[in-house]
């Protein structure tokens, strides 16, 4: 009984893989969110001599630094966009992806808001940068928007995965034209080339992530027609600690049963006139 009870029902899994499992359905992009959210709220602090100071002492007061207010207004929408995701995927006891759509909605409606009304008082380069940062915003924001309503297209998914690599790709470029010129002098707001050029650095940016985002769907398409049909034929391969290889216990435990049954032949073979 002992022997037929350790067969019939399973064995757990390690403590080392239900660990991993726990750790694979953790919400990494959330808590990333979170720490980068964090990590630039300090670093924008940290920045400013004195402290990020609300209103001056004079009077009227006046409001002091109103950038980089915007700026760190728009760390802390990352830093809770990253706390929602982490709440629905690991804290609910049911993933409302309904709620993070939702927030992620909202946010981008408040990033919008923040970039028209950051762009007041730029001009020349520095305007042109913010204006194209702002068309790319507007479009992910529609496609935010829609997707509440068709969650499951493909074609905003995808819509919505190449404006997501735009923006971060053009939100580094926008660093190092404004902040960190590659050429070590800055660029003239009266040039004209200078403007022109951060319209074709824009276009080569749409080319290369459109290039990239189709690199990396034929490499998917390739792959899974290449290997996908081997892994249907083989068939799903169960996990080692819910079968029980045959081996000299189950050899012995067959054994047993056969005993028992001749017994029971061999009783009833006696008992019956």
Known sequence: MILKGCLLFPLRPPRNKQRRARLWKIAYGGLLKMVTGCLLTVYEVSCIKGGLILMNRELPPRFMYPKEWQHLTMFILLTLNGCVDFVSKN???????GLEKGALVLIIY?????????????????????????????LLLLVFTAELWAPNMCHLQLMETFLILLMGS??????????????GYP????DISDIMFVTTFFCWHVM????????????????????????????????????????????????????EKEDQVLLFSKSSP
Do not use: N
């Not at 804290?91 to 409302?96: A, G, K, S």
């Not at 660029?187 to 009266?190: A, F, I, S």
């Not at 998917?220 to 068939?235: A, I």
């Open 208 to 259: 290369i992530d459109a290039s990239c985002l189709l690199g990396i769907y034929g490499f998917s398409s390739f792959w899974h027609h290449c290997y996908t049909p081997s892994l249907k034929l083989t068939g799903p391969k169960e996990a080692p600690y819910y079968a029980s290889p045959p081996g000299p216990l189950y050899e012995l435990l067959q054994e047993v049963e056969q005993s």
């Open 91 to 97: 804290v609910l006891p049911q993933r409302r992806v």
């Open 187 to 190: 660029w003239q707001d009266d």
């Open 170 to 183: 053009w939100l580094m470029q926008a660093g190092f034209i404004l902040y960190r010129p590659v050429s």
């Open 110 to 138: 408040e990033l919008l808001l923040l970039m028209v009304s950051h762009v007041k008082e730029s001009e020349g380069v520095e305007l042109h940068v913010h204006s194209l940062l702002i068309l790319v915003v507007f």
